[in-house]
């Protein structure tokens, strides 16, 4: 019995196998595939797509770079130095867009999957106070690595 984890990335392997195939890959073609910091779990899914690539999809050669996750891997799409990457299907649709911080500036884009649903969560140490999101006004709060989907989502909510 297949675990779900090992269906979905079977078949992500087959829908990169299609689209490979799909745009006649020539032998030898390089894939670069933005992720997030490696402290991510996330950064370990794209490893192990990065590994079914490799192993599943003739003449290409895939590998994972970190970076700062969703808004960085947008800017870099548009900036054609990466091939695929992570992103947030919220600020996904603001680059398309170009809406927020992609403000006249879309990226085009196309969504592959989608592999996992990210709930916002707000932790805060007790001795903070905090017991409400209204209390954290004026509150020292990490709202997510600088630059990424987290940020500007929790920005975006607490605004």
Do not use: C
């Not at 130095?81 to 927020?100: F, K, P, R, S």
């Not at 500036?105 to 106070?129: I, K």
């Amino acid at each position: 019995m297949k675990t779900p984890i090992k269906t979905m990335l079977t078949a992500m392997a087959a829908s990169v196998g299609v689209l490979a195939a799909a745009s006649a890959v020539q032998a030898n073609e390089r894939l670069l595939i933005g992720s997030t910091s490696s402290s991510s779990s996330h950064y370990g899914y794209f490893v192990a797509v990065n590994q079914i690539i490799n192993s599943e999809v003739d003449g290409v050669s895939a590998s994972v770079a970190e970076t700062g996750a969703t808004v960085d891997n947008l800017r870099r799409l548009g900036r054609n130095q990466i091939d695929m990457g992570l992103v947030t299907t919220n600020t996904g649709y603001h680059a398309y867009a170009g809406l927020e911080d992609f403000d006249g500036r879309p990226v085009d884009s196309r969504l592959l999957w989608v592999y996992t649903v990210a709930p916002q969560n707000v932790v805060m140490r007790e001795d903070a106070g905090v017991t409400t999101l209204e209390e954290l006004e004026g509150v020292r709060f990490n709202p997510g690595i600088t630059g990424s989907a987290t940020e500007s989502t929790t920005e975006a909510v607490l605004e």
